[in-house]
């Protein structure tokens, strides 16, 4: 149920008269009975998008309350100043919040911090690609995947890899299967690979960047299974400022692992560096693809938009940075109940990097020319991050490639042709 209709369910109740009562007795008067205090709506919340229904009712009781309505309206607007300066019988008193954590979540995701801390909803604008409304239709309660749930799970790897000045961004995606929607994709981790031991936030050295990427492909490929076989690709940006080839070039080879177990490298064999290559090292896996994000960038958003309107890209829900989520669980009774778990600071870390993932992609805009034709899609901003996107339209484009060929395998099935009825011909009965 989302927000939207929780809100609509609890209003719903508010319109009964609590004053109304009845009874069998033929000289009850209900007149004679006390009145009760009417039912009184208290809404609190942060902001969100100016679609959502609180948005819509702060909105409507505002205006009502400020046309002379004050009996039975109040709003009221309560940003970061107040508890950061509040005030205790008229003196200072130590602050709720601390305003380096407000700069903190401002640089990571201003989006959000613009409507957590100052109470600023998030403006949809008719150029941009993809709505923060559809973004929050295909959000989910899920918690983040570091590793492979049951060593039988697919996944779908994706990085945007930078040395300096940028984020290096590694993602990953759950491939699951629906009888009605047939593939579809769980956004489930969002690692940014800085150096947090420098005082300048920088990405991790290419060694140390490659060694957490193998990590984490060991990772979802499951535990006690051949190598690469729970992962449907890898896909990197081959865009020169991330020094794709320095990663490739290392991934070539065969490496071992942490434990010392051995196994093969990845090449991309369609790729014009390393097509030659491919033939001295045939045992590596082909699971892996280097993207050229100049060349394919508008396909690969023709593509994102299509999925996301087909509803087959999830997202876990807004984290709203507590430490923990509320969980159903259901007991040996078969009775729900309401848990909190706790989160490690890896699953906080995931879910606060794709939080800015669905903040980069409402921030990317459509742009034409003057007869209407799409030209490029892209962030207005030219100092904007976008690493987090573009590794999201490499998920995309994956399971894009994956419906598409299932698609075609459907119709090829539903096209088969009995012979037997196109000749029109009874077998002979032979005496």
């Not at 923060?132 to 039988?152: E, G, H």
């Not at 890209?313 to 709203?320: A, S, V």
């Not at 409402?362 to 003057?370: L, P, V």
């Not at 209407?372 to 999201?392: C, S």
Request: hydrophobic share 35%; charged share 30%; net charge negative.
């Amino acid at each position: 149920m989302t927000n939207d209709e929780l809100l609509t369910a609890g209003i719903a109740f508010a319109t009964q008269n609590l004053d109304f009562s009845t009874s069998i007795e033929e000289a009850y008067d209900p007149r004679g009975e006390f009145q009760k205090c009417p039912t009184q709506l208290l809404f609190a919340s942060s902001m969100n998008d100016r679609t959502c229904l609180f948005y819509r009712k702060f909105k409507d009781y505002s205006m009502k309350m400020f046309m002379g309505d004050s009996k039975n309206y109040f709003v009221t607007s309560m940003p970061c100043g107040i508890p950061l300066s509040p005030l205790m019988d008229g003196k200072p008193f130590p602050p709720l919040l601390k305003q380096s954590q407000i700069d903190d979540e401002m640089r990571v995701n201003p989006q959000k911090a613009l409507r957590e801390y100052y109470n600023i909803p998030t403006a949809e604008h008719e150029d941009q690609m993809i709505k923060n409304a559809q973004i929050i239709k295909n959000c989910t309660f899920s918690l983040p995947q570091l590793y492979n749930k049951d060593n039988k799970s697919k996944y779908i790897l994706s990085s945007d890899p930078a040395r300096s000045g940028d984020n290096s961004i590694l993602s990953a995606m759950e491939l699951c299967y629906d009888d009605t929607l047939g593939y579809y994709g769980n956004i489930v981790n969002c690692t940014n690979l800085i150096d947090t031991t420098k005082k300048r936030k920088m990405s991790m050295k290419i060694p140390d960047q490659l060694t957490i990427m193998k990590e984490q492909i060991l990772a979802y490929n499951g535990e006690n299974v051949p190598d690469y076989e729970n992962m449907e690709e890898f896909l990197m940006d081959a865009g020169a400022g991330g020094q794709p080839s320095g990663f490739a070039d290392v991934f070539m080879e065969d490496w071992k692992d942490s434990k010392g177990n051995t196994h093969v490298g990845f090449i991309d064999e369609t790729h014009d560096l390393y097509a030659e290559e491919a033939k001295k090292y045939p045992k590596a896996s082909r699971r892996y693809k280097l993207i050229n994000p100049k060349k394919y960038r508008m396909q690969m958003c023709v593509e994102l938009i299509e999925l996301m309107k087909a509803d087959v890209i999830k997202f876990p829900k807004e984290y709203d940075n507590k430490g923990y989520v509320v969980e159903e669980v259901i007991d040996k009774d078969g009775k729900v109940e309401i848990k909190e778990r706790k989160l490690s600071l890896d699953e906080e870390l995931a879910l606060i990097n794709i939080d800015s993932m669905k903040s980069e992609l409402t921030q990317i805009h459509t742009f034409k020319d003057s007869n209407g034709t799409v030209t490029r899609y892209a962030n207005p901003d030219q100092h904007a991050h976008d690493d987090r996107f573009y590794t999201l339209l490499l998920l995309a484009h994956k399971l894009y490639e994956i419906r598409r060929k299932d698609l075609l395998r459907s119709k090829v099935v539903q096209e088969k042709i009995d012979i037997k009825k196109l000749l029109m011909f009874k077998q002979p009965k032979i005496r």
